[in-house]
């Protein structure tokens, strides 16, 4: 079925329509060559109509293995070709029948590169998923009743669960966690107990953990108040490590602020500079929001890595406790391990004798 994206401003993009009728999102775009069921179940992406600056997507089909949480998340997809043959030794099925499995509308025959420049131009804006048929008037209409508020709510773990190892004990405040993170502190042998959002601070050090740590998730971090206040009263009293949403969370707890991004960094291909090396780390981002550099005068939080493209901030620590984070996602899945050494970091503040 012929089909269209309309976003806020009117533009309108047309394409071949797979999947249900209509999705409403914020439109954002990944600059990932590769890596796109990653991206669909990235529980970060909850509220969000994706679109894939690289042309050809689905050319190594899906697998189990690369989901990052149980279901995508996303609202919908638009891509330039829908590759429909598949080809690796990994791939259990094409990206067309894992999308109509999961119901997620698909608009392809983009042209997604113009699609991003109108991004770029004009900042991220709400859009439409829709069958060419629809009215214009109708498809903007939409837009109006798009529910993208409370996203972490919609993603966070509803029970408390564990996955046990035999070294650190390690509370994860799931706010949308991706199953690498897991994998990856797991795979250093870190006891996890993973917990819902609005777990309180006495219940999470009740649980004596060795560390805390604050997971990614979807939407302002300003919305998760409650997760504030729950990290205002970790501070000082357990290490904590926190990645993307969680280093936004970090930063407004100790007093810091945040804002939102004109159109994000989403791709795997980031420079960051770690300011204590001079060196430039390639980094998998996804994030809309940022902490801004000049509200953290005045609080215990320096900087510690900037984006090359931007100077945004993108890691912080504590001037003298052993906290720490990153807007990059250090577990890639996709994009490259480079970073995996912050993981050991945060194992070695958990561990090391004081
Ligand atoms: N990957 C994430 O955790 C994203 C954080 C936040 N939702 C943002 O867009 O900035």
Redesign the pocket.
Known sequence: MEGKLVLADGSVFSGTMLGPLHTVGEVVFNTGMTGYQEVLT?P?YCGQIVTMTYPLIGNYGVAASFNQSRQPYVRGFVIGELCSTPSNWRAENSLAEFLKRHRIPCLYGVDTRALTRRIRASGVMMGVLAPARMGHEEALALLSNADVVHLVEKVTTPIVYRLPRTGPRVVVMD??VKRNILESLARLGCDLTVVPAATTAETILAMEPDGVFLS??????KEVSYAIETVKKLVGRKPIFG????H?ILALALGGDTYKLKF?HRGANHPVKDLATGRVFITSQ?????VAETSLHGTDLVVTHRAVNDGTVEGLRHRTLPVFSVQY?PEAAPGPHDNMYLFQQFYQLMTKEV
């Open positions: 990235d970060s706010f949308g990614n998730g979807p939407g302002d971090p990645i993307c949403l969680g936004q994000g996804n994030h809309g929001y940022a996602h």
